[in-house]
């Protein structure tokens, strides 16, 4: 009788496990990313890097300056600072996205309805639920194609 109670124990705090298990696996967690726009840049002269030939991708998210007068060339590039942000299925989500470069960011969160401008200097948060798996593209429409990022939302296990 004495292993069967042992069973009848180690089968109830196993069973206690899973609800347990269950219930943390349920509740909502809030989650909060800092999104900038920046603007990465860099220059060489042309007696030590040579000005380059190949085309850059169409958009305004990357821009090639040809040699000023004292032979300085630049290349810029748009980028939002989190390339890839992942949460779960079922997380408050706010992402508080900060102004540095670029005077005006005209952004969408495709799959989540949301769509703002952002301007240097401001902060702009957008708060949801995930309550969509799959993966959402973040665009600045005026600095494609490196101004995209993704929001990834894992399904419920």
Not at 101 to 118: K, M, R
Request: charged share 20%; hydrophobic share 45%; proline share 5%.
């Amino acid at each position: 009788m004495s292993a069967f109670k042992d069973l009848m124990i180690v089968s109830a705090a196993v069973a206690a496990g899973f609800v347990a298990t269950s219930a943390i696996a349920a509740q909502t967690t809030s989650r909060i990313f800092t999104v900038a726009a920046i603007e990465p840049k860099g220059g060489a002269q042309v007696e030590k890097e040579a000005f380059p030939k190949t085309p850059l991708p169409e958009g305004g998210g990357l821009i090639l300056k040809e040699p000023n007068a004292e032979g300085r060339w630049e290349i810029a590039a748009y980028l939002w600072s989190a390339q890839q942000i992942t949460v779960n299925q079922g997380d408050d989500v706010t992402l508080q996205f900060v102004g540095i470069n670029g005077a005006s960011h005209p952004t969408t969160i495709e799959g989540y309805d949301q769509a703002f401008t952002l301007k240097r200097g401001d902060v702009h948060n957008v708060s949801f639920k995930a309550d969509k798996a799959g993966v959402f593209r973040i665009i600045c429409a005026t600095h494609g194609p490196t101004m995209t990022s993704e929001l990834v939302v894992l399904p419920k296990s």
